[in-house]
Every structure is written in C-alpha cells, then in structure tokens.
C-alpha cells in the first residue's frame, strides 16, 4: 500500500515562545505594606474566629480555612482593577473576599448562615458571591472554577471590557482534566486569564509530589504555549510583583498565563481531618520560618513602625473580627420562603 504524503501544514507556525520577564520583588512604601500587614491580619484573625465558630456550632457544613496563604491573596488582589477585573476560586474562599475589601460582617453572617450574609445565608462558606464586585465565588467542584474563569474571560475580551479575570485552583485541582480543555481554549483565543495555582503543597491528604507526574505546576502550560512563573507564595511583595507582570502579559493581548504560588495550609483540609499525611513538626518548621505575616512584619519593624503602632493594628482588627462574629450570630436567618429564590442570577 502506497504511504501517505507526510501532511504539510497550510498554516505558519505558531511561534509564540516569548516568555515574561523575571517578576521583581515589589518595592512597597510603608503605607502600602501597612495595609498589606492589617489585610493580612484580618484574613488571619478572621479564620482563626471561623474555626473557633464551627466549633461551637454556630457554621454548618464544610469549611476550609485559609490559614498561611494570606500573602497569595493579599499580594495578587492588590494589583487587579477592581472597577473591570474579575476573580474567581475555589471552596478556600473567605481570604479572597477578605482581600477584595469585601465587609467581613457579611462574609461572616453567611458562614453562619444568615440572611444579612453575602449568599443569603443560602450559599455558606463554599458558595460565597459579590457580582458587584466582581468575585464569581465561591465553588466546590474541584477544578470547575477553572473552565468558569475562563468563560469569564472569554467575556472580557468578548465585551472589549478590557477586564483580566484571574482564576485561583489548588495542586489537586491542577491534575482535573478540564483545566487542560481550558487552557487549550485560553491560548487559542488568547483570551485575558492569570491561572494562579495555589500550590499549599496537599490536595485533602495527598502531597503533591505523591499525586503530580509534573510537580513544577508553572510548568502545566507549557504544551499550550502558556508561560508560566513559580512564585514565593509566602512572600506578600514576591506575590504583588508577580501579579504586576502576569497583568502586564495579559494586558497587553499576549493572552493567559500561570503563576504558582508556593504556599502552604497550616490547618487541615476542612474542619474535619485527621492530619495523617504530615508532620507537626512540618507544620511547625514552615510556621517559624516562614510564616508570610511575621514576615512583613519585620519589615515594618525595619521601616521604624513601632510597636505600639503594630498592636494598635492588632488591636483594631480584633475588634473588626468580633463585631463580625457578633453580628453573625445575632442578625436573623432566612426566611423559609427564601429557598426558592436566588437559584438563577443573569450576571451578564
Ligand atoms: C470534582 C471533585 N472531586 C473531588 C472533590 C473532593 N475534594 C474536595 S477538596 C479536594 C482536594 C483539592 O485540593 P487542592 O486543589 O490542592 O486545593 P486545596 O484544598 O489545597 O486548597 C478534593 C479531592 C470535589 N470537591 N470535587
Ligand atoms: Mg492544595
């Protein structure tokens, strides 16, 4: 049997292998970092609350804390436009709503599961939601915010809005099949999406390392011609100055790009794990060396911020945290004839 001509293609070659430039460490003023610190802080404060409300019973069903990883939300949050951007994640999601300024009291009472909460009361820790300010949740299928996110960014370009969505997933949630489908679709139409892999080294009880056949998540893009940048997620202005390079690819019609953020979880996946998969010492070892809140504030001890100035920071958070968990615990729940409310928002 006569072979086939081997197959010419009609179409150039794609030849996009311009890469982002190194991202710098951002040099933040002391009033920048301040806030950094004090969005830090709230994120911190107001999980360890959370934790101490589930175990009270005041929040039902699932919540997962997110405990060490407040540099990632803090640091890339602080660059985007919140006027035309768009963010989306995960179940971990209380930190990132923190981080878009949204009113803890809200977040809170929806923990609780209050009518006054951001859903309504009828979304709960996992499904939490601001269209208004643009936070599309909230979700807790591994991996679906992932092809969401990227509709979300099909939208932007689609509006000519000039909005960038960015779309935060987990180690684990980097092995799920639609991240790929969706990668693929985001090169191809270069569509305006940062991928941020929040790399907290475990998905549930797996380490990356027992799970991934590629642990160096930045590198998942590369078969779509996608760049990709591995970041110091426990380092508040490492993670700044990588947003700062990804928005400027992106921005600039080059379409998606990854960032991996080396962070890490200090509590268990959810409230209920029985914290096999790891050491204490492990924990420990990242929460001394490491810790991203200790760190900026050492900086500021650097930059002359005193200590009075750091407890009064310290002191008004504590406050903003308690008045939340007050009100969550006084404002009413909904009314019954909520249930079929809310099921379908036109958001575009
Ligand atoms: C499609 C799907 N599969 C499995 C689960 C159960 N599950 C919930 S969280 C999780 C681990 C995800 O880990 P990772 O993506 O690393 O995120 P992290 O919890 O570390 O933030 C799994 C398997 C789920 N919610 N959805
Ligand atoms: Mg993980």
Redesign the pocket.
């Known amino acids: 049997m006569a072979k086939a001509p081997a197959r010419k293609s009609t179409e150039p070659a794609k030849t996009n292998r311009e890469r982002p430039d190194e991202p710098q460490r951002y040099q933040a003023s002391k009033e920048e970092l301040l806030e950094f610190y004090k969005q830090m802080l709230l994120i911190r404060r107001f999980e360890e609350k959370a934790g101490q409300l589930y175990g009270l019973g005041f929040i039902g069903g699932f919540c997962?804390l997110y405990i060490g990883q407040e540099a990632v939300a803090v640091g890339l949050q602080s660059a985007l436009d919140g006027d035309k951007d768009s963010v989306i994640t995960?179940?971990?999601d209380h930190g990132h709503m923190l981080a878009y300024g949204i009113d803890p009291k809200v977040i809170m009472a929806e923990l609780t599961g209050r009518a006054a909460g951001i859903s309504k009361g009828k979304g709960g820790s996992m499904h939490m939601f601001s269209t208004e300010k643009k936070f599309y949740g909230g979700h807790?299928?591994?991996?679906a915010q992932v092809a969401l996110g990227t509709g979300l960014a099909f939208a932007h370009k689609y509006n000519e809005d000039g909005g960038v969505a960015m779309a935060y997933?987990?180690?684990?949630?980097?092995n799920?099949g639609q991240v790929y489908e969706s990668f693929n679709m985001a090169e191809l139409w270069k569509l305006p999406i940062i991928y941020v892999i929040?790399n907290?080294q475990?998905?549930?009880g797996t380490s990356v390392n027992r799970s991934s056949a590629e642990d160096q998540l930045y590198k998942r893009g590369e078969s779509f011609r996608i760049p990709g940048i591995q970041v110091d997620g426990m380092d508040v202005l490492a993670c700044r100055g990588a947003a700062e390079e990804a928005l400027e690819w992106v921005r600039s019609g080059k379409g998606p790009i990854i960032l991996e953020m080396k962070t890490y979880?200090y509590r268990g996946?959810s409230m209920s794990d029985p914290a096999k998969y790891r050491s204490r010492e492990e924990v420990q070892s990242v929460r001394d060396k490491s810790d991203p809140i200790e760190q900026v504030k050492h900086e500021l001890e650097d930059m002359k911020v005193t200590e009075a100035e750091l407890k009064a920071i310290e002191a008004e958070i504590r406050k903003i945290v308690n008045e939340a968990a007050d009100f969550s615990e006084q404002t009413p729940e909904p009314d019954p004839s909520e249930l079929y409310t809310d099921v379908l928002v036109e958001s575009y």
């Not at 807790?140 to 991996?143: A, N, P, S």
């Not at 997933?169 to 980097?174: N, S, W």
């Open positions: 997962h995960g179940y971990r807790g299928i591994v991996g997933f987990g180690d684990g949630a980097a799920q929040e907290n475990y998905a549930m979880r996946h």
